[in-house]
């Protein structure tokens, strides 16, 4: 039977928590804040070595990235960019000492604010930043270097900051081929690697350019593109290149690899949203969180909340609500915050901004609350260490 720790990564606006349900995923016990109060935009773990990583900061803080290899005991940071506070550190010895400043160099100067995605695989650790640059790590994110081939491609100038300016927030590594990689950047749209890194391919078409017919959204699709705030992506796993994304203006399915996609938002109570998530064996079985609208709240429909799931790859939903909120339900799930686990079956768990956690050890069919009172959630991730008995 399986067996091994189940361990819920929470990143917040006030640090990083781990919510441990250990192996019968019950008793959920929260520790944290970790990583100094920091703004923590997403937090990953490698099951392999149980080495975790929490990526964030902002203004005042700068970029960097945490690690802990010892179950969140102790954290390092890797700070890649300057904040305010350096400044009013350099200029004021009592604030300095008060916050035992050092004035250390860091690698990007300002040439970022925040650490807003990572993503890990086959010994390298990637970062997406705010502005959007990818970044990587050859030694668990000790030194990072730029990846120029996508920060400086031919499209970049064209890219056009969302509302929460212009962030790499999704990335996508394919575990079986370390030269395949994809990328979400809103509002420029997916991008997609096939050497390594070396060249990328901007992925936006639609299948079928009738289906942006009648929208009027400036982010719905139009001109054979599905439209570049895309919100979230992930690839089904043991598929090859199937790829499922909420973007701003719907839920849609790619069966190669990014190279065009299907809208499969019919059947939904809305076309926006932020996260999506995938079965993890089973690439048919999905769920999203639809929202009622990007300027009418961002929150569950009637104000009820659900989860919706497929079991057929998009054809079809169905609303999950028992154990959810059924009235008076105002929360906004955001793009990076829901994720698995490994089991069977599959647990999903997702976080609010009003600072709940909620899981579901039956695949969508009941729900219950893990965790509240925490500060707002920016990123749900889980660290599944499974074993044999």
């Known amino acids: 039977m399986t067996t091994g720790s189940v361990t819920v990564l929470v990143g917040t606006t006030k640090g990083a928590f781990l919510l441990s349900g250990g192996d019968g995923r019950q008793g959920w016990a ?15 773990g490698d099951a392999s070595t149980g080495t975790l990583w929490a990526g964030g900061g902002g203004e005042w803080h700068g970029a960097g990235v945490w690690c802990s290899k010892d179950d969140g005991e ?6 890649l960019t300057k904040g305010s506070m350096d400044e009013w550190a350099a200029n004021d010895p009592d604030f300095a000492a008060m ?14 604010s925040q650490i807003w995605s990572l993503g890990h695989a086959h010994g390298t650790l990637y970062a997406g930043t705010k502005p959007a640059n990818l970044l990587k790590s050859t030694d668990a994110g000790k030194t990072w270097e730029h990846v120029r081939s996508l920060n400086e491609h031919p499209s970049a100038e064209s890219w056009t900051p969302g509302a929460a300016g212009l962030v790499l927030h999704t990335i996508v590594c394919d575990p079986k081929k370390p030269e395949k990689m994809w990328i979400g950047i809103s509002a420029a749209g997916v991008f997609a690697t096939e050497d390594g890194g070396k060249s990328w391919e901007r992925r936006n078409r639609l299948s079928n350019a009738e289906a942006c017919e009648g929208h ?9 593109e599905i439209g570049h705030c895309v919100h979230n992506m992930m690839l089904a ?6 790829l499922y994304q909420q973007n701003h203006h719907g839920v849609w399915r790619s069966a190669d690899g990014g190279r ?24 048919d079985t999905l769920w999203t969180l639809p929202l009622n609208g990007d300027s009418t709240g961002r929150y569950p429909p009637d104000g009820a909340a659900a989860v919706w799931r497929s079991r057929d790859g998009g054809k079809t939903w169905q609303d999950m609500r028992v154990g959810l909120p059924q009235e008076a339900c105002f929360f906004t799930v955001l793009r990076q915050a829901m994720a ?3 089991r069977g079956p599959a647990g999903v768990y997702f976080g609010t901004n009003s600072g709940s956690v909620f899981a579901s050890l039956d695949e969508g069919e009941s729900w219950q609350e893990i965790a509240r009172h925490l500060p707002t959630i ?3 991730e889980v660290l599944d260490r499974q074993g044999t008995a």
């Open 260 to 283: 065009s996609w299907d809208d499969i938002t019919q059947g939904l109570p809305s076309t926006f949203g932020f996260p999506v998530c995938v079965h993890p064996r089973d690439p």
């Open 340 to 342: 698995r686990d490994q």
């Open 99 to 112: 916050i035992d400043w050092k004035d250390e160099p860091v690698p990007f100067g300002d040439d970022f």
């Open 378 to 380: 920016l990123s749900v």
């Open 74 to 79: 102790t954290w390092h940071l890797t700070k």
């Open 216 to 224: 009027d959204h400036p982010a719905a699709p139009r001109d054979g």
């Open 237 to 242: 796993p043991a598929s090859g290149d199937l």
């Open 30 to 44: 929260v520790r944290g804040p970790f990583c100094g109060g920091w703004p923590i935009n997403h937090v990953i």
